[in-house]
């Protein structure tokens, strides 16, 4: 299933996507694909109330975030070994784990705000994955597996003077507003072959900036969760950005920053594509 959010900011509403221009509204299941409903099953539930669902036609509603704030938004740092190189970092030996606000959280056609005081705004594609139920000390990576709801597309936008010249801490250049369009659909595993053999890319006022594939990670998705299980509890419907693959902005040569008007495009195959302007500080 391809679960969306559709609506004004505040006031989405969910529905599964049938194709380009036709959803089925499932807000009589749940209000929302937030922690209660990943945590209570829903995804199974609603399969049921697709297959016997009235088909609506898209009519230019705003797609929001496929899921409702979450307890956690939690970023995993070099985990490509062709990003890491050309950061002249070392492959990490262990998931490398931050923190992102999760109120950072917009759709995948929202604007992203350069904060005030930015000089080094940057562009990740990541593919991220929602936890289905609350997960702590996993035996097994293959157990793993059961925990995820789905992947999404999501772009890690980062200020890297926040994040790197101001006492290393990476948070502080993650989470400023905006910093996490996601979207447009959360997919449900059985809807992918292969997570990590999907292609990703982003383009910058249409010129090609990065273009990777999930094969070149460090750590898969079940590594991901195994590990962070270990250390954290993990809720449903938390959000967990995985790392990006080479060609952001910080790993040109001269160096290239986001400036207000720009464009973002970006997808993961089978996942969806984004579009973000870019707007100035408040």
């Known amino acids: 299933m391809y679960l969306m959010r559709i609506g004004a900011p505040g006031a989405e509403k969910p529905v599964v996507r049938v194709d380009d221009t036709h959803y089925i509204d499932v807000s009589d299941v749940t209000p929302d694909f ?11 539930l609603l399969a049921d109330r697709v297959g016997r669902g009235d088909v609506r036609e898209f009519a230019g509603e705003r797609i929001g975030a496929p899921i409702a704030r979450p307890h956690q938004i939690l970023c995993i740092g070099l985990n490509y070994s062709d990003h890491a190189a050309e950061t002249g970092q070392a492959v990490p030996a262990e998931p490398i784990l931050f923190t992102k606000s999760p109120n950072t959280l917009v759709g995948p056609y929202d604007e992203v705000r350069i904060p005030r005081g930015s000089t080094k705004t940057d562009w990740e594609v990541e593919l ?20 995820i709801a789905g992947y999404c597309v999501v772009n890690d936008v980062s200020e890297r003077a926040f994040q790197m010249e101001r006492g290393g801490q990476w948070s502080k250049g993650k989470s400023a507003e905006t910093f996490n369009p996601a979207g447009p659909w959360l997919v449900t595993p059985d809807e992918i072959a292969d997570v990590t053999a999907l292609g990703m890319w982003l383009d910058v006022n249409g010129v090609r900036r990065q273009t990777g594939t999930t094969k070149t990670m460090i750590f898969d998705p079940y590594v991901i969760v195994h590990h962070l299980s270990q250390f954290m509890v993990l809720e ?8 990006t693959p080479p060609g952001v902005g ?18 993961i ?10 707007v100035g500080p408040r």
């Open 34 to 44: 937030d922690e209660k409903f990943f945590g209570s099953g829903g995804v199974e």
């Open 128 to 147: 991220g994955i929602v936890i289905g139920r609350r997960t702590s000390y996993l035996d097994s990576v293959e157990e793993a597996k059961g925990a």
């Open 236 to 243: 449903p419907g938390d959000l967990i950005n995985t790392g």
């Open 250 to 267: 910080m790993g040109h040569d001269p160096q290239i920053w986001l400036q207000p008007g720009d464009v973002m495009e970006l997808g």
């Open 269 to 278: 195959d089978g996942l969806g594509r984004q579009r973000q302007q870019v």
